[in-house]
């Protein structure tokens, strides 16, 4: 049974550090799928709020999720 996983990647290095945690996941075999949402400043420059509702439906409805560090400087200002 494959697990479903959300990735919140964040901003900052968040993104980097969760590339290369599925990089180990993949080498270790983990039958997961994945499925990737914007969170933190990276959300809120894409979307006006850190943490979209269906984000938290995506991450509620999953076996795991997989966060990344948040809290880093946001490309732009609000």
Do not use: N
């Not at 945690?21 to 959300?43: C, I, N, P």
């Amino acid at each position: 049974m494959s697990a479903h996983i959300v990735v919140l990647g964040g901003d900052g290095i968040g993104p980097e550090v969760v590339a290369a945690t599925r990089r180990v996941l993949d080498a270790v075999g983990l039958d997961a799928s994945y499925e990737e949402h914007d969170f933190g400043g990276a959300a809120i420059d894409a979307f006006g709020t850190p943490l979209r509702p269906a984000t938290l439906d995506a991450c509620r409805a999953s076996d795991a999720v997989l966060l990344g560090a948040v809290g880093g400087d946001r490309k732009s200002t609000v």
